[in-house]
């Protein structure tokens, strides 16, 4: 079963409003969790590292202010996409690397943003 | 910095058949992890295979192999006799620092397998 969980699996939102994705590991505490961002036929590009207990480390280019990151506890960390745009939809997935297992990175089921 | 490349944008293969999706990477730390992943029409990321930087042999699993060329930088898959159900998109993927699972992972470009009935 699943390890990761991910939800929203889609979600449809008007612009200007701010939507929240939570990344739950299930069975295991993940002190670091990963966000990553996909556009239509393309790979996955690292948006930012989650860092439980401070603050997210932000890939170049990406807008910190505009995707919130935040890991409260060492199950979740949440993505909120503030002030949405069209041009913000995109498959968003997270990814929980499990400290005893380095062999495998394990995944959530992705949210599917749309922005209208 | 460390780079993923994967050559192959596309893939046809006729069912049970062979396949080799390609994959070089490049990076500066000796320790290091590489990964393959199927993603499906659904999205999520499913996990193939694990080639550590200092492990001697392949990586198998089932039908997936990974033929891991240290000195190329090169770590191919291999998926024996093809199934419909593998038309897919593959990720080759790599961590730098083998010990460390949380360090982040990079990701190639990908490649689209088609198999044909």
């Known amino acids: 079963g699943a390890v990761v969980s991910q939800h929203p699996s889609w979600v449809i939102c008007k612009s200007g409003t701010s939507v929240k994705i939570e990344c739950r590991s299930l069975?295991?505490?993940?002190?670091?969790m990963f966000w990553y961002r996909q556009f239509p036929k393309q790979s996955l590009m690292l948006m930012a590292t989650?860092?439980?207990?401070?603050?997210?480390?932000?890939e170049q280019g990406v807008e910190k202010d505009k995707f919130l990151i935040n890991h409260a506890s060492l199950t979740l960390s949440t993505l909120t996409v503030t002030s949405a745009h069209p041009e913000d939809s995109s498959f968003y997935i997270c990814?929980?690397?499990?400290?005893?297992?380095?062999?495998?990175?394990?995944f959530g089921q992705g949210t599917r943003l749309t922005v209208v | 910095a460390q780079k993923i490349t994967q050559t192959q944008p596309g893939m046809f293969v006729q069912e049970k058949e062979a396949v080799t999706l390609d994959c070089t990477y490049d990076?500066?730390?000796?320790?290091?992890?590489l990964f393959w992943y199927k993603q499906p029409s659904s999205g999520e990321m499913i996990f193939l295979i694990y080639?550590?930087?200092?492990?001697?042999q392949n990586a198998t699993e089932g039908r997936y192999s990974l033929n891991f060329q240290k000195a190329r930088k090169s770590a191919n898959l291999v998926i024996s006799a093809s199934q419909l159900g593998d038309s897919a998109m593959y990720f080759c993927a790599m961590r730098e620092g083998r010990k460390s699972s949380a360090s982040k992972i990079i990701f190639g470009s990908g490649t689209r397998l088609s198999i044909r009935p």
């Open positions: 990814s929980a690397p499990r400290a005893t297992l380095n062999t495998e990175a394990f």
């Open positions: 069975d295991f505490q993940a002190t670091t």
């Open positions: 989650s860092n439980e207990g401070s603050k997210a480390t932000y």
């Open positions: 990076t500066s730390d000796q320790s290091y992890g």
């Open positions: 080639q550590g930087s200092y492990d001697e």
